[in-house]
């Protein structure tokens, strides 16, 4: 039955990301360095300010949408009124070594952008953060990195939180943004019917046990008592 509770508190939380999803796309807000802590997950915003073509991460353990491997393209970018904060430019493919790492060229000139506010993809199993190379090459590929560890990187403080670039956007690769979940709150429904189910199923088979078992006891000799 716990089971069963934890599967429909888990389509609870999916589907009110799902609506968090859907509100952000009703307005858009200006994202700034005071802005950006009332911000909330997916909310549509716009900023103003220039990547840094020199410093960028390519994010392993990324495959597309149809399962090829790749990498994510995030791009620092320091807004005009100060601070900065990363920008996800989408997916790329990899190349066909490890070694020959994709090139993700941007310019450096002020430009406005537009997308989604999220935070940085975290893996199912959250590892402690490996120690940064800081003699690495640029672009650095980095796995399901903590914010502290690029900002260690990059050599420089970062606003919390990522932009998911806007799919109309220039300077992009392959972008199909959506609330991040593998399945939705639906499949967790159709778990917890089952685990009711084992449960109700449980409790028929110990009833039918124990009356079984009842009846199978030997009954009391009236000469004897």
């Not at 403080?157 to 639906?186: C, K, M, T």
Request: net charge negative; hydrophobic share 40%.
């Amino acid at each position: 039955m716990r089971l069963g509770f934890w599967q429909l508190h888990r389509a609870e939380e999916k589907q009110a990301l799902l609506t968090q999803y859907s509100v952000g796309t009703q307005s858009t807000m200006e994202l700034s360095a005071t802005s950006v802590s009332s911000l909330p997950t997916f909310q549509h915003v716009r900023a103003r300010g220039h990547f840094d073509p020199a410093h960028q991460l390519l994010l392993d353990n990324m495959p597309s949408q149809h399962g090829q491997a790749g990498y994510r393209v995030v791009t620092p970018f320091e807004l005009e009124q100060g601070g900065w904060i990363l920008v996800d430019r989408g997916w790329i493919q990899m190349g066909a070594t490890r070694q020959a790492l994709p090139d993700v060229p941007v310019g450096s000139e002020l430009r406005n952008i537009a997308g989604r506010f999220d935070a940085l993809p975290r893996a199912g199993i959250d590892l402690a953060s490996p120690t940064v190379d800081r003699s690495a090459p640029w672009p650095r590929v980095m796995s399901f990195p903590r914010h502290d560890s690029v900002e260690e990187a990059l050599g420089h403080r970062l606003l919390p939180g990522l932009i998911l670039l806007d799919a109309d956007q220039p300077n992009g690769y392959e972008r199909v943004w959506q609330a991040h979940f593998s399945f939705g709150p639906e499949r967790h429904i159709a778990y917890a019917v089952q685990w009711f189910a084992f449960a109700v199923a449980a409790v028929i088979v110990y009833v039918i046990v124990s009356l079984r078992r009842e009846s199978d006891e030997p009954s009391a000799d009236p000469s004897r008592t």
